[in-house]
C-alpha cells in the first residue's frame, strides 16, 4: 500500500513539475518520469537541495 501512495505522490509532483517546466523553462527539456524520480529520491537522501528556482 505505501509504495502506492509513493507511487501516486511522485506521478502528482512530476505533474507539477511538467506545468512548472513549461511555465518557467519553456526552452529546456523536462527529465524523463524515470530521471525525475531518481533526481527526487537523491535530493530526499542526501544532503544537496535539488532545486532550480
Known amino acids: 500500500m505505501a509504495r502506492g501512495v509513493r507511487q501516486q505522490l511522485i506521478g502528482a509532483d512530476y505533474g507539477a513539475y511538467l506545468a512548472h517546466m513549461g ?12 530521471d525525475f524520480f531518481r533526481e527526487r529520491q537523491e535530493a530526499r537522501y542526501s544532503s544537496r537541495t535539488g532545486r532550480c528556482c
Do not use: I
Open 23 to 34: 511555465r518557467t523553462h519553456p526552452d529546456q527539456a523536462p527529465l524523463s518520469y524515470e
